[in-house]
């Protein structure tokens, strides 16, 4: 199997938490949507600052890498979550911006893809690179 083949089939399987809210690839996320509507945006965005395009990294280095992102956010709409399933979880955000502003920040912390939100619609899985 070709690895973004791999890639997606293993975004799709997973949770993304923001707080104790989870949403999941191709289904609504009402908890969500209220937050985003608390948050009086649109859209929200799930991104992880850790394991660059999707190659694990030492701990440490990923929490660094997450405390940079937190620093990012600072004036913005945002809690933390994580994601993953089975064996692979990370620390994620989940952040009240829309998606290509999304797309703009996991570029810089070189992540594949994340999960995008539209108040009243489902998660979906948008490629970053």
Known sequence: MKRKARLERDYRASC??????????????PALDALLRCWRVQEGVF????????RRMPAGWNARRHAVLRERLR????????GGAKRWWEAHCFIGICAAR????ARLFRQNA???LRRGAKAQLLWVF
């Open 75 to 82: 004036r913005l709409p945002h809690v933390e979550g994580r």
């Open 102 to 105: 999304g797309k703009r920040l």
């Open 47 to 54: 991104i992880a600052a850790g394991n660059p395009f999707s």
């Open 114 to 116: 994340m999960v995008a």
């Open 16 to 29: 993304y938490f923001a707080g104790e809210h989870v949403a999941r690839i191709g289904q609504r996320a």
